[in-house]
């Protein structure tokens, strides 16, 4: 090579490293080949993958026809990929650019016309229509310094400078073509790294499922070193010592595909980055992953088995069990953007991408996984970290909903409950194909609705004890009616002494004065069993036992004071003659303002943006669908579906509890019964009523949750 050829070479190399846009790099090939070869034509074919399975076009040019195509996004010139491999899996011998990528050797065709080992067919019909001729061809392949395949470079019609007739490609050139060849392959994968890297990082970036982050970053590890398996570890320090646990596991020749999003359990036990001697640690230099931790940097190992500074006494037992032969490894930490070590990636068995043999992991890709693995950590670390408020957040979210139903142990539950039967019914209605066929929640969408079910009282935070924990209809501090019963005792007394002077005064009426005191006594008994029973609360009280309050209470009798007063008050009238429960109606409205204070509560906080819809649905659970609820009047059309299905899973709730202290657990025929009414009257969504009895949430729920004797309901067709 004379050292004019040799300068054009090295000014072609610099030309081409230092151009960082792919689709002008491979211009720039085309055209420097072009040059050197003075060929007429030239095609570029790339792989786009990792063992190549196929070339795809990606420039062709043709000075003498104009023809300059390009296969790049939406300039793609159309033409189809050439698969390197048959239909049987042999390789692709009758293509001439196939069989130089399979044989990774240049071929040199003098004329296309009297060539019988190749199919020029395509290329001679190409002629018939362009009334051109391809004569001469030189298939060149494009192979970087680790053996890996990164396309070809076809030219065609070599033409003699002087007279410009076509003619074969000159052997002396070839050296020359693979210098460039060569080039060209590193610049493109160099090119393609850094794109890979920039779409790696956009990738984990944006992957929110941190399972399937987890995955990716060892499938792309495994892509980048051509490993046959790989493990990913997480560091786990919650316990005395610290520990590296399995997370994914992969090998390809084996087929194993543990942990990660597979819900595959993981066979392997954790290993501990230190040892206890003597009741003292000491780092865990002997295991490979755990050494790596300590060392915090790469350990690369060509052969297990050669390796003495390592026990592989684990990696051979596997070995034997399985018939493996685990030889190459390269292991690395990974370090977070506060410098410490939250995981290991680990890579078994790189192949060469030709032979497919097991090889040492080149020096060459050590760098690019390292960035992965930096990549990678920063990205896990930003996952887990997420997770962990997440979780916090759920903390503090039950933590309230405790603290809540703390206040109360006649609710307690309720908070808890509730969410249970909303989210049995969202996923009814994510399940139905008619009525909700639209409707679905991703994982987002079930997070806000969980988050909105647990705080759907919280504003009960600001309800008085006395009103939340009443749990009579006279219950004050203490229960009023204590005082009552003591007066009934009293008033049962001064009966009796007005009796006996009657009876002493009157000798004669004696038996007839013992029988009506007795009566008289009786009265004041059952009315006393009466109030008691109305003080209890109940689901509904008739006008008839209202009048008899109000003619119970008339009965006197003497104070402390010696006045003679009724025995009831106006106010302890007033409370006893409530209708439904034990709150009166200016209790039943501070229990009511809860919910606008859970509203103005939620509302006041900041939200991101997938949990901006909590305060729409925490705080529609009261509205009715005819618009009479509160506390903005809502009708149905208004509300979200979410906020309409948790007005059903409140109701339903709080009619089935079994802590109610004035009524006893309601069936399940009797709750359906009253929301039959309650659909009927337009006060609950009749579609998602229906849809709650026909996908028998109330019967999951049930199961769950409520004792046996209350599921006495077999058929829904009563309650449709």
């Known amino acids: 090579m004379d050292s004019k050829v040799y300068d054009t070479l090295i000014r072609i190399g610099q030309k081409l490293f230092a151009e960082n846009d792919l689709y002008n790099l491979c211009e720039m090939i085309i055209d420097e080949a072009q040059a050197i070869t003075c060929a007429e034509g030239g095609t570029l074919y790339l792989v786009d993958q990792q063992p190549p399975q196929q070339l795809t076009f990606c420039i062709v040019h043709n000075k003498k026809l104009h023809q300059y195509e390009t296969h790049f996004g939406s300039r793609s010139a159309g033409l189809k990929p050439i698969p390197l491999k048959t239909s049987d899996g042999q390789p692709n011998v009758t293509h001439i650019a196939a069989s130089a990528a399979n044989r990774r050797e240049i071929i040199n065709i003098e004329d296309t016309y009297q060539n019988t080992q190749f199919d020029f067919s395509g290329a001679h019909t190409f002629d018939e229509e362009a009334q051109y001729h391809t004569q001469s061809v030189l298939a060149v392949p494009l192979v970087n310094d680790v053996s890996e395949l990164v396309g070809v470079l076809q030219l065609i019609n070599a033409r003699e400078p002087d007279s410009l007739a076509v003619v074969p490609f000159s052997r002396e050139q070839e050296p020359v073509i693979a210098t460039l060849a060569s080039f060209a392959a590193l610049a493109i994968n160099a090119q393609n790294l850094a794109n890979t890297n920039k779409d790696l990082l956009i990738k984990l970036s944006c992957q929110s499922n941190t399972q399937l982050l987890m995955e990716s970053i060892l499938d792309e590890a495994q892509k980048l070193t051509q490993a046959d398996g790989g493990s990913l570890y997480l560091l786990n320090d919650s316990g005395d010592v610290p520990v590296l646990e399995f997370i994914v596991v992969r090998n390809a020749t084996l087929g194993l595909n543990y942990g990660g999003a597979t819900g595959q359990a993981i066979p392997f036990q954790p290993i501990a980055l230190y040892e206890l001697r003597n009741g003292k640690r000491y780092p865990n230099a002997n295991n490979v992953v755990t050494s790596c931790v300590h060392l915090r940097r790469e350990v690369v190992i060509d052969d297990a088995y050669r390796e003495e500074g390592y026990d592989f006494s684990g990696t051979r037992h596997f ?154 209809k006279l219950h004050g501090l203490k229960d009023g009616i204590e005082a009552i019963n003591a007066r009934f005792a009293a008033l049962r007394q001064e009966t009796q002494v007005r009796y006996l002077h009657q009876i002493i005064d009157n000798p004669g009426r004696r038996t007839e004065l013992q029988q009506q005191m007795q009566d008289a006594l009786t009265v004041l008994d059952v009315d006393r069993e009466f109030i008691n029973r109305s003080n209890q609360g109940a689901e509904f009280l008739s006008e008839e036992d209202r009048a008899r309050i ?26 006893l003659s409530i209708e439904r429960g034990t709150l009166n109606q200016e209790e039943r409205q501070i229990i009511n303002n809860h919910i606008t204070v859970t509203i103005d509560m939620l509302e006041s906080l900041q939200f991101p943006k997938k949990l901006r819809r909590v305060p729409e649905y925490a705080g529609g659970h009261h509205e009715k669908m005819d618009g009479t609820g509160f506390p903005k009047g809502l009708k149905r059309d208004e509300m979200s579906i979410p906020a309409r299905m948790m007005a059903i899973a409140d109701i339903f709730e709080a009619l089935t509890a079994k802590d109610r202290p004035y009524k006893a657990p309601m069936k399940i025929s009797q709750a359906l019964s009253i929301m039959q009414k309650m659909r009927d009257a337009e006060h609950i969504d009749a579609d998602l009523y229906h849809l709650f009895l026909n996908a028998r949430v109330w019967e999951q729920y049930a199961l769950k949750v409520l004792s046996p004797e209350q599921l006495d309901v077999s058929s829904i067709d009563t309650f449709l």
């Open 319 to 472: 070995d034997e069990q399985t018939g493996y032969r685990s030889k190459s490894f390269l292991t690395l930490p990974l370090i977070d953007h506060n410098k410490e070590v939250i995981g290991v990636l680990q890579l078994v068995n790189a192949r060469d991408p030709f032979s497919q043999s097991v090889v040492p992991f080149s020096k060459r890709v050590v760098p690019l996984v390292k960035a992965l693995a930096t990549y990678a950590a920063i990205a896990l670390d930003n996952q887990l970290l997420v997770h962990e408020l997440k979780d916090l957040l759920d903390n503090f979210i039950q933590c309230i909903a405790k603290a809540i139903d703390a206040k109360s142990p006649h609710t307690s539950g309720h908070c808890q409950r509730v969410p249970l039967l909303t989210e049995l019914l969202a996923q009814a209605a994510c399940n139905d194909t008619k009525t909700y066929g639209t409707f679905n929640l991703d994982a987002d969408g079930w997070y806000e609705l969980h988050v909105a079910a647990w705080l759907h009282d919280c504003g009960k935070l600001s309800t008085p004890d006395s009103v939340l924990d009443k749990s009579t």
């Open 550 to 575: 109000v003619q119970i209470g008339k009965h006197e009798w003497t104070d402390a004071h010696g006045e003679i007063v009724p025995i009831l008050s106006a106010e302890e009238i007033y409370n």
